[in-house]
């Protein structure tokens, strides 16, 4: 069992004061089986509009998402593959958007 922390930052411009969002998400990893692994995480996200007037955030949004995790190898060839779902609420507003991944590793030093 893992519990990841990351985070985001979007800026505009090269002031540190101007900055538009901070993203942190934390959550908990758990490796079930050789190859897979779930996520779940939450994630508070504070909106901005640029170049507001406003001191504080129009909007704060929470975000819920869970994750499956598949990696397994083809030769050289790495895949991962992963499934996503989202919750996301943001005053009464609600979404739930879905993503699927592939990605491929080939090594360079074959």
């Known amino acids: 069992m893992a519990y990841p922390l990351g985070g ?6 090269c002031r ?7 993203l942190l998400r934390t959550g908990v990893k758990n490796h079930f089986a ?4 779930l996520t779940a995480a939450w994630s508070p996200k504070k909106n901005y509009v640029f170049e507001s007037i406003q001191d504080g955030p129009q909007t704060t ?6 994750q499956f995790l598949r990696a397994h ?5 790495k895949l991962e593959h992963s499934a996503r779902t989202e919750q996301q609420f943001a005053n009464s507003d609600s979404k739930k958007p879905s993503r699927v991944r592939l990605m491929g590793f080939w090594p360079l030093n074959t």
């Open 16 to 22: 540190l004061c101007n900055t538009e969002q901070l």
């Open 34 to 37: 050789f190859g897979n692994a």
């Open 8 to 13: 985001t930052t979007r800026q505009f411009h």
């Open 73 to 77: 190898r083809l030769g050289l060839l």
């Open 61 to 66: 949004e929470h975000r819920i998402w869970q």
